[in-house]
């Protein structure tokens, strides 16, 4: 059986946490990286991207193009704690996740037998509903194809390329959009009228790897729909948690404690279904002002029922002196440990 691979990518990830963080930079040019004329863009939304900017771009460049832009310095402690927020939620689909960087993974889901668009579209409305974000997904039975089909209709894009598709799909495709083909290679290639796919799948294998070296094998299978590489989960749980930005800022704590028992119940079914327990349970609160505060707890036993969760994190709560009104509430645990013998209920 094939496998079903999805490549998810977070849609201007770095200004996108920036307008997710202030509403008001909505359907604005946000750029975001280095402030000085010597600085370089990290990553735009996609208004400014109507004016040319990229990623990359001198700051000097962008700021010719895109006059009017909202000029951001990176917040790199604020984007990775996002990313590990999208990552626990990814987490609880399935643990067979392989992260490209910050923003960009990989995920196995051959074992879910459930119809991948299904999945994707779980994935995309979790997070959008948990972080108000947009993620492009691209489904296929491997790496390559995945990532491609991430990358087509973006942005908040979803494709599915399936092997009967293959190579038509592919033929009008730009040779910058195989991977292993780097810049110079492009280079290298359009100066032998080498421009699409469709020039490519012409060329014959003892070409490519005179070319190439050992990376042509690769290039020419890939553009053929091969690519044996597998989805290599290597991340560590450390915690597991839920949160969200509240539809309207309360500080009245009955309706905050809703929000920790219903994301109790989902912190608990991740870690059964991962065998995994905890010790050090930690509550997350911002304030309408949009500082952000965390109270934790180290228990004396692991643990990893809904009850014991809700009922540590409704203490913190209580603990917590709120002055101002709460945008967002979360909860998590950490201090995980893989438990070797199956959890079972009493029954």
Request: aromatic letters at 8%; one cysteine or more.
């Amino acid at each position: 059986m094939d496998s079903v691979i999805i490549h998810v990518d977070m849609d201007a990830f770095f200004s996108s946490v920036e307008v997710m963080d202030n509403p008001s930079l909505k359907n604005k040019p946000v750029i975001v990286g280095g402030v000085s004329e010597r600085g370089v863009v990290a990553t735009c939304s996609y208004e400014a991207r109507k004016f040319g900017v990229s990623s990359a771009m001198p700051i000097y460049k962008a700021k010719a193009l895109c006059p009017k832009g909202i000029f951001l310095p990176t917040r790199h402690y604020r984007y990775k704690e996002v990313s590990n927020m999208v990552f626990e939620l990814l987490y609880g689909i399935t643990d067979k996740i392989e992260p490209v960087s910050i923003d960009e993974a990989y995920m196995d889901i051959t074992d879910l037998k459930e119809n991948p668009v299904v999945v994707a579209l779980k994935i995309k409305s979790m997070i959008k509903m948990e972080l108000g974000l947009n993620i492009s997904i691209g489904i296929s039975y491997n790496k390559f194809l995945a990532k491609l089909a991430s990358d087509w209709n973006k942005p908040n894009g979803l494709k599915e390329i399936k092997k009967e598709m293959i190579p038509d799909i592919l033929m009008d495709l730009s040779i910058k959009k195989v991977h292993g083909l780097g810049k110079k290679s492009v280079e290298k290639l359009n100066n032998i009228a080498i421009f699409t796919i469709r020039d490519l799948y012409d060329l014959p294998i003892e070409f490519m790897q005179e070319y190439f070296g050992r990376q042509g094998v690769d290039i020419y299978n890939r553009i053929r729909g091969i690519d044996n590489r597998s989805v290599s989960a290597i991340r560590e749980r450390k915690s597991v948690g839920r949160e969200t930005t509240l539809k309207k800022d309360t500080k009245d704590k009955t309706q905050l404690k809703r929000y920790l028992l219903n994301f109790s119940r989902d912190i608990a079914t991740q870690l059964k279904k991962a065998n995994f327990s905890g010790k050090t349970i930690t509550v997350k609160i911002k304030t309408a002002s949009f500082e952000n505060h965390t109270k934790s707890k180290t228990l004396n036993k692991y643990v990893f029922d809904e009850e014991e969760i809700y009922n540590e994190g409704e203490k913190i709560l209580d603990s917590i002196e709120l002055t101002e009104d709460i945008r967002l509430i979360g909860i998590s645990i950490s201090s995980l440990k893989k438990d070797l013998v199956e959890q079972l209920t009493l029954f």
